[in-house]
């Protein structure tokens, strides 16, 4: 199975820079700095026991995107042709993916993990990549929470705050996508988050996560705030909005926005 091919298996889309979170007109460094929030959403390290392989498949794949992506010349080909050259410098040989990651991040740990949340959360960094990833996606808030490092579904209504009030000021276009968005598609962010809940909170149960060192457990624990509050949310747009909000189309989280 090619790299496309297993892109599309393992992401549900062939597009590389789509698997990265970025623009076709991303900046090499823009790309590696995509790389790095994608490849920590889907790091072994991160991954329950039982969802390890998974993980691990999952990581390789967006080596390999990356590795075809930071080569200029593959990158053209890509761009042109929209193939890419398995038996090229970026793809060929087994390649030590994790090594990989290491050579370009430095090493990462649990605690680096959530360090980096605790410091990265609400900071301007945050901000400016959540107006950024607004403005690149044109309002699609699938792609938004996709982008974002560190936001899962439940973060919707912090979000989707940050960005109203940049959109009231003035510094963000205000996309057809987002604020006309159909209760069906938040409905399906609200039942993804309290899967992701139940699934934190098995797992705990199994097997016995537990510690300030524990991610899991930290993740288990957000979660379940977590869900209340998207709860609220999702009483306050249907109060807010009534009969309307029950007229939203069909599901499109492909598509964009338009403004």
């Not at 909170?201 to 288990?220: M, R, T």
């Not at 109060?239 to 939203?248: I, T």
Request: aromatic share 8%; charged share 45%.
């Amino acid at each position: 199975m090619g790299l496309l091919e297993q892109c599309e298996a393992a992401f549900g889309s062939p597009d590389l820079y789509r698997l990265l979170g970025v623009r076709r007109e991303a900046s090499p460094e823009e790309i590696r700095r995509g790389y790095h929030r994608a490849s920590l959403r889907v790091h072994p390290d991160r991954a329950e026991p039982e969802e390890k392989e998974e993980a691990t498949r999952r990581f390789q794949i967006l080596g390999k995107a990356y590795a075809v992506l930071s080569d200029a010349e593959q990158r053209a080909v890509y761009d042109e042709q929209g193939t890419v050259d398995e038996e090229g410098e970026a793809l060929r040989g087994e390649r030590d993916w994790q090594e990989y990651w290491r050579l370009l991040f430095k090493k990462i740990t649990i605690k680096d993990i959530k360090d980096f949340e605790k410091s990265y959360k609400d900071s301007e960094e945050e901000l400016a990549d959540i107006k950024a990833a607004y403005v690149d996606f044109e309002g699609d808030m699938d792609r938004i929470m996709e982008s974002v490092l560190c936001a899962d579904y439940t973060d919707e209504p912090r979000i989707r705050k940050i960005i109203e009030e940049a959109i009231d000021s003035g510094e963000v276009p205000s996309y057809k996508g987002f604020v006309k968005e159909s209760k069906q598609k938040m409905m399906a962010r609200k039942r993804r988050a309290e899967k992701e809940a139940r699934e934190a909170e098995k797992a705990k149960d199994e097997l016995g996560l537990g510690g300030e060192d524990d991610l899991k457990a930290l993740i288990q624990s957000r979660n379940k705030d977590r869900k209340k509050e998207m709860d609220d949310f999702l009483a306050q747009l249907e109060a807010k909005y009534g009969n309307n909000a029950k007229k939203g189309g069909k599901k499109t989280a492909a598509k964009k926005g338009k403004k």
